[in-house]
């Protein structure tokens, strides 16, 4: 979506204060909380495929919103719309890919599949930049948001060509263990959706990249460029973490603790060093990442599958406050702490005999 890295400036450019931009943030996040798992369940009860449908023309509406009328009143109505949008993708998308990969006997391959996916959506920030740049050199903020929405109704075209599979086990004579509520009563999934919402949260560290390298001396004019290299050693990361067969849950505490320390390293270096560095522990923690969310695809059963993933995602945007409190009071040190904390109980979860 080429109005992604723009958005911002869209807003500032129609008169939008700093105080109402942290507001507009604040109303997307917790839309998408509040509606998180209905979603889950929506998908899980009617259609996977008709969710991701219905997301993709919710954030058309809320682009086409932004370029038509663009005031504070549209970007909130938008902000809702997009938070309902990508609460209907967050879990509904994994569920519909490994039960499509698990009708054709191929479930094993969920986590090859999922990292392609992690790593796509890091490797399209290339083309998104480029694109970006061009429409608003043509035809400036509308024409970029007009591209956007055009984008948006292209997904959900896509995705109305998905085969949905029957989900696992849906039935009215269902076993109550396959029931949402019944991950309480199931130790190891309960362990492995703990995990994932754990490590999930740590992405959003992600968000202080540009603040990081710069902060370390990375000149104003590298910082683009230096961000991208890290988000492509993730991609070259997730990818790697998608070839890795049932990790034991000690590798993976193991590497998440070398990408903890990689953070705290950060801190005591500066210039290119720091970009390197950043880019090791970040394509390692994505490759923990991918692992931890194969997992947990591996433990779900029962046609509740989109339902128990979106549990994850909402626990991964609580999280992800851990980070954002981290930083607050110590920067990537503390972030890199953090993490070192995450690691053991994350092992342990994901260890876990099922």
Do not use: K
Request: charged content about 10%; proline content about 5%.
């Amino acid at each position: 979506m080429p109005l992604y890295p723009l958005y911002a400036l869209l807003f500032l450019d129609a008169g939008v204060s700093a105080a109402e931009l942290s507001l507009l943030f604040g109303l997307w996040s917790v839309t998408g909380l509040l509606a998180e798992v209905p979603a889950g369940l929506l998908a899980d009860r009617w259609s996977r495929r008709g969710v991701l449908v219905l997301a993709g023309v919710l954030q058309a509406a809320a682009f086409a919103l932004w370029t038509a009328a663009p005031s504070t009143g549209a970007f909130a109505a938008g902000f809702v719309l997009w938070g309902l949008a990508g609460a209907g993708t967050s879990g509904t998308a994994e569920a519909l890919v490994h039960d499509g990969l698990a009708a054709v006997g191929a479930a094993g391959c969920f986590a090859r599949v999922n990292a392609a996916m992690t790593a796509a959506e890091l490797l399209v920030q290339v083309p998104t930049a480029l694109a970006a740049t061009a429409l608003h050199a043509l035809g400036g903020f509308p024409l970029v948001g007009w591209a956007s929405s055009a984008a948006c109704l292209a997904a959900a075209g896509l995705a109305l060509r998905f085969p949905e599979a029957a989900a696992d086990g849906r039935d009215d004579d269902e076993e109550p263990a396959v029931r949402p509520g019944a991950v309480l009563r199931r130790p190891a999934l309960l362990a492995a959706v703990l995990a994932v919402a754990l490590v999930g949260g740590l992405d959003g560290v992600e968000e202080y990249f540009p603040v990081l390298v710069a902060d370390r001396g990375v000149p104003a004019v590298a910082v683009p460029v230096a961000v991208l290299a890290v988000s492509l050693a993730g991609a070259a990361g997730a990818a790697l973490g998608g070839r890795l067969v049932r990790p034991p849950g000690r590798l993976l505490g193991a590497l998440l603790l070398a990408a903890g320390a990689g953070l705290l390293l950060v801190a005591a270096t500066a210039g290119l060093l720091v970009v390197a560095v950043l880019a090791a522990a970040y394509g390692v923690y994505l490759a923990v990442l991918v692992a931890a969310e194969a997992e947990l695809q591996r433990r779900i059963t029962g046609p509740y599958r989109a339902t128990i993933t979106s549990v994850a995602g909402v626990g991964v945007e609580l999280s992800s406050l851990l980070v954002f409190a981290a930083w607050a009071v110590a920067g990537s040190s503390a972030v890199g702490l953090l993490v070192l904390v995450v690691a053991p109980v994350a092992a342990l979860g994901l260890g876990r005999r099922v």
